[in-house]
């Protein structure tokens, strides 16, 4: 496949459903080694980050629970773990990604694992306690309507929690992080599968990606409340916690 990274990738990113279709085909192709070049593009520091979340998640009981863009159910399988009588579905684009996600759990009604765009999960208004993310909101073919549509299904008083890379403000540090995420996943696309675009498209997405500040911008305009924030390697990463107003 071809046009994973350089111009024509970003081309296919600055429309939704080009970009669904990219992130399919990618989430697609990589899905057999996906767990374990995450944790080499990461110097296996991914499973720390996503503990990290979890553990900044409420102790609270929770009914339901949906990890967006779940992959091969990492995210998933930690929300089952914290919320053992919640419902837990697991919902992505890539069925590739989904049945491997499938063979790592022990047959359980409790967890779902369902193909599906995030901005259009079918759920119902005010119903999910829970929403989590592993580097989801960057992938968003609309991130505006997948905002909306988490703040939608979200309960109020529901929480919100996304790990992915972040972009700094500064134009020169945005510089610096895309030329590095470029030479990183170039070399891993190009030892892994031949294809260094597999792995710069991280750079091209987040290139048309906001800011840490436009990022949190976007999510007040959208009505969450910012509740917690952390940086990880550098600021190259970053969790970050919202909250729907009111009481569940």
């Not at 684009?93 to 967890?111: C, Q, V, Y």
């Not at 910012?226 to 940086?231: F, M, N, P, Q």
């Amino acid at each position: 496949m071809t046009g994973f990274g350089g111009l024509r990738a970003r081309e296919r990113l600055s429309r939704p459903q080009s970009k669904r279709d990219l992130n399919r085909e990618i989430f697609d192709k990589v899905a057999p080694c996906y767990d374990h070049i995450t944790r080499v593009l990461s110097l296996g520091r991914d499973a720390v980050w996503k503990d990290r979340l979890i553990a900044s998640l409420p102790s609270t009981p929770a009914s339901v629970c949906l990890d967006l863009a779940c992959g091969t159910g990492d995210l998933t399988r930690r929300l089952a773990a914290k919320y053992p009588d919640a419902q837990i579905i697991g919902l992505d684009l890539s069925e590739s990604m989904l049945a491997r996600a499938r063979t790592r759990f022990a047959p359980a009604g409790r967890i779902q694992f369902q193909q599906g765009d995030m901005g259009r999960t079918g759920l119902a208004a005010d119903s999910v306690d829970i929403v989590t993310g592993g580097y989801a909101l960057r992938n968003a073919g609309d991130l505006d309507e997948v905002l909306a549509e988490i703040f939608r299904i979200l309960k109020p008083g529901g929480i919100a929690s996304f790990l992915d890379f972040s972009k700094p403000p500064a134009k020169i540090l945005q510089g610096v992080e895309l030329a590095i995420l470029k030479f990183w996943g170039g070399l891993w696309g190009v030892l892994f599968h031949r294809n260094p675009g597999v792995y710069t498209y991280i750079a091209e997405s987040l290139r048309c990606f906001p800011d840490r500040n436009q990022l949190v911008e976007k999510f007040r305009t959208h009505g969450f409340e910012v509740v917690s924030s952390e940086l990880h390697f550098c600021g190259i990463m970053q969790r970050i916690t919202l909250a729907k107003p009111g009481a569940t």
